[in-house]
């Protein structure tokens, strides 16, 4: 197992202060109206940078789409070697995954329903957490050679960090949902243009329309860039197992299924995850189910005072 890198007692300290000033961000950011307001009143609401009949918000609405979409995302995210290296280098992949994990979906709920402070609050926030992940490879990954250096700041890496969200997105909609029209992912796409931009992704190297982004895509998963290394078996091992608190435990079989079952079939072998008819038609009934469990179950979740900052129960 690859360990994380040992940083001196300076990275050490410097390390601490930023773990200091994004706990006090986040307690900054979830106060006032950000913890006030319901969600049924940011449905209605148009203080933010999308509107209530926007796609994103439809998206965002239903469980299913963080659930089922949430796991191939992360394991085509870091099916990139560079973007592996960031995560294991600079978390602690078995105890921290899980809590970056939903802060990132935090920002992302914030841009989608909050106003526009609170969304330039939220992005602004994991522009500073991302502000401080790089470093060079230490071993062989993929075609990347020892001493390749990365940065979670480095256009690329950010651009096909943003095509994971919106090609899992979409697919997790699609099959799970309801089937969107041309036009409605077109939207969606060019709404989620705007949170890759507002996370600091440069306008000039994000496809301009759906169809762009398609090729762009393709063209990864079939090149020689992708592949899975041995941190990103590392990442999956603990998405697979998903830890979830006791209320979520239900939606565990499909989370695994869809993990699997969205990702293309290539990144999928290499992954080692088995697919076959079978898995086809559990996973159907698996999210089948889930859309009937979903509300009661997160409602009584929602309801959960948690005693640790760990997910796991």
């Known amino acids: ?35 006030a307001t319901t969600h049924a009143q940011r449905l209605k609401s148009r203080d933010g940078y999308f509107a209530p009949e926007s796609v994103i918000r439809r998206l965002g609405n239903t469980p299913l789409v963080p ?29 921290d995954l899980w809590r970056r994990l939903v802060h990132t979906l935090r920002a992302l709920y914030l841009i989608a329903f909050g106003t526009k402070e609170e969304a330039d609050r939220a992005a602004e926030l994991v522009q500073a957490v991302h502000a401080h992940v790089h470093g060079a490879t230490r071993t062989q990954l993929g075609c990347f050679q020892p001493g390749t250096p990365y940065s979670a700041s480095d256009p690329e890496l950010m651009l096909w960090v943003h095509a994971t969200l919106v090609q899992a997105s979409l697919a997790a909609y699609g099959r799970f949902v309801h089937p969107l029209s041309r036009e409605d992912q077109e939207r969606y796409y060019q709404e989620m243009a705007l949170v890759a931009r507002l996370f600091g992704t ?16 393709a063209a990864q998963i079939s090149g020689e860039t992708i592949a899975v290394t041995a941190p990103a078996k590392e990442v999956a091992a603990v998405i697979l197992e998903a830890r979830l608190p006791a209320p979520l435990r239900v939606f565990v079989p499909a989370h695994r299924l869809s993990t699997a079952g969205l990702l293309p079939p290539r990144l999928r072998d290499q992954y080692g995850l088995r697919w076959s008819t079978f898995h086809e038609l559990a996973l159907q009934l698996a999210a089948r189910s889930m859309r009937i469990t979903a509300t009661p179950v997160l409602a009584a979740a929602s309801r959960l005072t948690p005693t640790t900052g760990r997910l796991a129960a």
Request: cysteine-free; proline content about 9%.
């Open 67 to 95: 659930f089922l979409g949430g796991g191939p995302a992360v394991l085509l995210q870091v099916a990139h070697p560079l973007v592996a290296a960031g995560v294991f280098d600079h978390s602690d992949v078995r105890r």
């Open 202 to 217: 440069p306008a000039s190297v994000i496809p301009r329309s759906l169809a762009d982004f398609r090729e762009y895509f």
């Open 1 to 35: 197992m690859l360990r994380p890198i040992e940083l001196p007692e300076p990275s050490l300290r410097r390390a601490r202060e930023l773990g200091h000033s994004v706990r006090v961000a986040e307690s900054w950011a979830s106060r006032g109206d950000s913890r």
